[in-house]
């Protein structure tokens, strides 16, 4: 007869991500629901990544199932860092068992690639690698002029409203979420009526009256 393995079922997932070139790469690995009954107390893996893309930093169990354990980091071989958990109590539940701290040293796409996972000493082959976007997130500006008259407002980009001549910096999040600047140059224009007038002539019933716009 045949023995289910449940530990070998699991699924091991690195999430793909895009980040700021300016930002720091929080990671976690993930794992599929694990209860008690399968008494998993211990976790290892190869973490493979570019180092001409990435910059290790540290580890973190905030948030994680596995936030009573401890582990042991290995950074001997370029390229490859080795983890190893340790626990007395079981883990339980699903989302991160530990996520990964890294600096991203240049823009591109870069995978991180996840060999060698065992729970306790059971190969885990359902591994889902992440891929990692590095973008270089650069201000752009926009020039709007505008005039409006006197008694009017305005609606900036912001939907803040305006009444007053002025210059109105609004700062916008663009489609990849880097700033974008809208800088509106509003020109209040007072109107000036200069109306002159004629009186009616002889035999005439009416008179005439000029309005000039000015301002």
Known sequence: F????????????????????TDTLIIPVNTGNINTGENIISYQFNLNYDITKFQYENYSFTNTIAQNGTVSVNTNTSGIINFSYMN????????????????????????????????????????????????????????????????????????????????????????????????????VTNLLLNIATASASCGQENGSATVTVSG
């Open 2 to 21: 045949c023995i289910f393995n449940a530990k070998s079922q699991q699924i091991i997932t690195i999430p793909d991500s895009t980040v700021f070139l």
């Open 88 to 187: 007395s109590i079981p883990l339980n539940g699903s989302g991160a068992i530990i996520k990964l701290k890294f600096v991203p040293l240049q823009t591109g796409i870069s995978d991180l690639s996840i060999t060698d996972f065992l729970y306790n000493t059971d190969t885990i082959t359902n591994v889902n690698n992440g891929t990692i976007t590095v973008i270089n997130c650069q201000a752009d500006s926009t020039f709007i002029n505008a005039t409006i008259c006197l008694g009017e407002n305005y609606t900036l980009p912001d939907n803040s409203i305006v009444t007053v001549s002025g210059t109105y910096p609004v700062t916008l999040q663009n489609s990849i979420g880097c700033d974008s600047v809208v800088i509106t140059n509003l020109t």
